[in-house]
């Protein structure tokens, strides 16, 4: 499993909003200027995010985006499972149309298995609060 730079990326603006002022918008072009990504691919994460409602945004004047909840209430896995899609080691071990079709027969299958319950309780154990205190610890 690698993580792509969207799902990098989105964790990074998470944390960056967790370290504000929860009641403040945060405008797209600072979040970039900030975290050094182009606005561009920005716009694309934070559509992904506000569209799950991860943020909370405003459009127009005095608008941006901010956290619609508590730094401690957001889950890496849940970030990570959103942008990326799947946090499986490998292809054969998800669900849907890339799933394997000797999944039945596969040997193998059961260790794939534990490995993806292994990456996705270690995920989902860490918050951005947790990123946020290991930080400045």
């Known amino acids: ?20 002022d929860s009641a403040e918008y945060v405008p797209l072009k600072e979040i970039a200027e900030s975290e050094e990504i182009s606005q561009k691919y920005l716009e694309s994460i ?57 999944t039945q027969c596969c040997q193998a299958k059961p260790m794939w298995d534990k490995l993806d319950k292994m990456i996705d309780d270690f995920f989902e154990g860490i918050t951005i609060a947790d990123l946020l205190s290991a930080y400045e610890g």
């Open 1 to 20: 499993m690698i993580v792509s730079t969207k799902g990098r990326y989105a964790l990074r603006v998470m944390v960056n909003f967790a370290q504000r």
């Open 46 to 102: 934070m559509a992904v995010l506000s569209k799950a409602g991860f943020v909370d945004a405003v459009h127009g004047k005095g608008g941006g985006y901010r956290l619609n909840r508590k730094p401690e209430e957001y889950t890496v896995g849940s970030i990570l499972k959103l942008t990326e899609g799947s946090l499986a080691a490998v292809s054969c071990s998800s669900q849907g149309p890339a799933a394997c079709s000797r």
